[in-house]
Structures are given as structure tokens and as C-alpha cells.
């Protein structure tokens, strides 16, 4: 008798615990992006000599290092500032439609690597408001993913992922980010 009754509260658990499609009337979650964009962001950093077009400073360093320079072991400790423009393609001549705002600092002697907390603020015809965004940044990696975090106006209280590819550099003065941002709650 009691190996039955073992045996039914042991078919009883499984039948609550199992996938969702075993459970009849019960619907499994297909997660599709609300709204997509895909934006290029263009950080020029200030190195002492480019003042005019610098959209970027470093405005903490480590000890041994300068505010012009960025530091050498990975440039570890650095805090950059920026107010860079944002395009739809990846032209740093194109007309912008808003600019990202925000810090990168860089985080690790060890690898190449920084956290990130930015929003866009965009003012076009398309799109106006902000979409917010923090994360850390694996730099070597390819595509990086970070969260989207919130938003205003067109974005507001926007949740999804942003992929982030560095699409082109020159040195350590100029990059270019492309951001493919997959929005999962839209209001």
C-alpha cells in the first residue's frame, strides 16, 4: 500500500512539474521584439591636440596616469565622459538624429574590457525621447549584449537588449559602435 501511494504522489509531482506543453490549455511564451532599431553611435576622444571635434574626455585616470592618454595595462581605471552624436548609418558626416550620453570606465588590468551606463536621446521626425542603457562591455568579444534599462517619450519605461558591435577605430582617439537594439516591452 505504501509503495502506491509513493508511487501516485510521485506521478502527481512530475505532472506539476513538467514542461508547459504537456499541461493541456497551458500556452508557452514566444518572445518577439516590440520595436527595433539600429543606430551608430561615433566617440571621438579628446587627446590633448583635437579640442574642436572631441565629443569624449577622460575625466578620471589611475595615478600613473593622464587625462589626455588613455592608460596603458588595458587602460585600466580610466573614466571616460562622452556626448557623442548618433547616426542611422555608419557616416560620422551623416545628419545626426540625437546623441548618446553617458560614461564607459574601464574595469580590468587583465583583458580589455569596460562598464557601460548611457542613454540615447533622440530628437528626430522618426523617434523622440531616451532609451537607457547600463551593462558591461567585453570589448575583444565580437557582439556584446547590454540591457536596455528604460526610456522616455517613444521609449518610455522601454525594457530589452542591445547588441553592440564596434564597427570601426582608429587608435585610441575614434570608434564607432553599432547598437541593434531589440525592444521587448513597449508601452
Known amino acids: 500500500m ?3 501511494r509513493l508511487t501516485a504522489l510521485l506521478f502527481l509531482a512530475f505532472l506539476f512539474h513538467s514542461p508547459s506543453s504537456a499541461m493541456p490549455g497551458k500556452k508557452t511564451k514566444h518572445h518577439h521584439p516590440c520595436k527595433s532599431l539600429v543606430l551608430y553611435f561615433h566617440d571621438i576622444i579628446y587627446n590633448g591636440k583635437n579640442s574642436k571635434n572631441a565629443t569624449a574626455a577622460i575625466v578620471g585616470a589611475p595615478a600613473w596616469a593622464n587625462k589626455t ?5 588595458n587602460h585600466f581605471g580610466d ?3 562622452f556626448d557623442d552624436p548618433i547616426t ?5 558626416h551623416s545628419k545626426p538624429v540625437g546623441r548618446a550620453q553617458g560614461f564607459y570606465l574601464y574595469d580590468k588590468k587583465e583583458i580589455f574590457t569596460a562598464w557601460l551606463g548611457f542613454s540615447f536621446v533622440l530628437n528626430s521626425t522618426d523617434h523622440k525621447g531616451t532609451i537607457n542603457f547600463a551593462g ?3 570589448l575583444m568579444n565580437k557582439t556584446r549584449d547590454i540591457s536596455v534599462i528604460g526610456g522616455t517619450g517613444d521609449f518610455f519605461m522601454t ?3 542591445a547588441t553592440v558591435m564596434t564597427d570601426a577605430f582608429e587608435g585610441e582617439v575614434y570608434f564607432r559602435l553599432r547598437v541593434d537594439i531589440n525592444l521587448y516591452e513597449c508601452w
Open 159 to 161: 525594457r530589452g537588449i
Open 79 to 81: 573614466l571616460v565622459i
Open 136 to 138: 558591461a562591455d567585453p
Open 69 to 73: 592618454i588613455l592608460a596603458g595595462q
Open 2 to 4: 505504501g509503495g502506491q
Open 88 to 92: 542611422l548609418d555608419n557616416n560620422l
